[in-house]
């Protein structure tokens, strides 16, 4: 092989690697925000139902007493 060949083929190799890595690197990252997806999703459904328990507190009690008061019949 001829020296410029030899260095095309390492050229070549090298690019492969790179964007092997790349993709790795990608699917990681896809993966991390996936994670903070979900969680964020969490988070706001949780602040969801808290700011609905402070706006309604009756109705947690309601609730509350309601349960075990049936509990006990």
Do not use: C, G, W
């Not at 095309?8 to 964007?19: G, V």
């Not at 969490?42 to 009756?58: A, G, T």
């Amino acid at each position: 092989m001829s020296s410029s060949l030899k260095r095309l083929s390492k050229t070549e190799k090298k690019l492969e690697d790179d964007e092997e890595a790349a993709e790795e690197a990608l699917a990681k990252l896809q993966e991390d925000l996936s994670h903070a997806v979900n969680r964020l999703r969490r988070i706001r459904q949780i602040k969801k139902k808290v700011k609905e328990r402070i706006d309604n507190p009756f109705d947690f009690i309601f609730v509350y007493i309601f349960y075990f008061h049936a509990s006990y019949e």
